[in-house]
């Protein structure tokens, strides 16, 4: 989306995470960021409601974290709310007008780009694409945050060096990798990096989750010596995540916020989707690809954003039902030298 500064009124992006969206204020003038606290704020979703009934000006608002946060947001919404819009399940969309509805060519709106093309159509009160659905994510990383990443990589004396980034992170426990996948990944990527490339100063930097109790991260100094030398762990807060991936030149995640994050900042980026619909959460980014299990494609053909047909407590949904070298081949395609321009978005399924 091409947004043009000198036609544009001011917009202010209330979120707790200043970090990710700081810099859209950076590229565009016209954009301001509020802190809504940090993430993960049991009272976020009353923050949210103060906030909106404050507002004496017009005001779109919209969310992804489910039913207490609209709830919220509906009980407060004023004379001046235009919209408050649920992007997770589709069922909350108040205030639209017709053109904004799910007809053609809204009906390909079952994505994140696509639903953020309407947020800032309702926002500039414009129709800005007859084909939403081609819509892509852009968010730059900020100077602070690219900066953060620079010193990180200075003090893990990776200055320099052409880096890959392996994170391990997931939102809930069965969408993980295991130890044995994670293994066998790490070693094909290293394998990949030293033979492949030929290079020395290729590194694989593996972000572990500080809060897992079962990371990998201790596992990693049981390789082979040549394979962990190629390995470097970190474990630094959002920011500094999204500073080591603005200076990556691929990323290989789980179905998170920072695999998302990485595609929209433009990196070439494989998401492994275990159980959520990957043509709904992809940020759309124009080098990310997608490997997914055959209950994420269920997802997407019973139109929910989760399986919930077959209910939370039914397994298998996590990503060890994907063989390692298949995710390990997927990546290696993002980051061959005859790679030119866009990636195209690749896709496999699996099932158990």
Request: charged letters at 25%; a negative charge.
């Amino acid at each position: 989306m091409q947004l043009h500064p000198e036609q544009q009124k001011s917009i202010e992006i209330v979120t707790p995470f200043v970090d990710v969206f700081s810099g859209l204020a950076e590229k565009y003038s016209f954009i301001r960021i509020k802190s809504l606290g940090n993430p993960g704020n049991p009272d976020e979703h009353q923050l949210c409601a103060e906030d909106l009934k404050a507002r004496d000006k017009k005001v779109v608002a919209f969310t992804n974290s489910g039913d207490d946060r609209m709830r919220a947001l509906t009980q407060a919404r004023t004379d001046t709310t235009l919209a408050i819009v649920d992007m997770f399940v589709n069922r909350n969309a108040d205030g639209l007008t017709s053109w904004q509805q799910r007809n053609s060519p809204y009906q390909t709106y079952d994505s994140y780009p696509t639903k953020a093309y309407r947020f800032f159509e309702m926002l500039v009160g414009e129709k800005l694409t007859n084909d939403p659905s081609s819509g892509l994510v852009d968010i730059p990383p900020s100077q602070v945050i690219v900066e953060k990443g620079k010193q990180i990589l200075l003090d893990a004396g990776l200055e320099g060096s052409r880096v890959h980034v392996l994170n391990e992170s997931a939102s809930q426990p069965l969408k993980r990798f295991d130890e044995k996948q994670l293994e066998q990944i790490l070693t094909e990527m290293a394998e990949y990096c030293e033979e492949e490339m030929g290079e020395e100063d290729s590194r694989i930097v593996f972000i572990y989750d500080p809060r897992a109790h079962d990371s990998f991260h201790d596992k990693i100094d049981l390789l082979p010596d040549p394979i962990k030398s190629r390995i470097v762990k970190l474990g630094p807060d959002l920011s500094g995540v999204g500073g080591i991936i603005s200076q990556a030149e691929s990323v290989l995640g789980l179905d998170t916020g920072i695999s998302h994050w990485a595609g929209a900042m433009g990196k070439r980026t494989l998401v492994v989707h275990t159980m959520a619909d990957p043509f709904l959460w992809s940020s759309g980014g124009p080098n990310t690809a997608f490997i997914a299990t055959e209950q994420a494609l269920k997802a997407h053909d019973n139109q929910t954003p989760l399986n919930m047909i077959n209910g939370f407590d039914l397994p298998p949904w996590s990503a060890s039902q994907i063989p390692a070298a298949d995710v390990v081949n997927q990546w290696k395609s993002l980051v061959r030298k005859d790679l030119s321009g866009k990636v195209k978005s690749t896709h496999a399924a699996y099932s158990a």
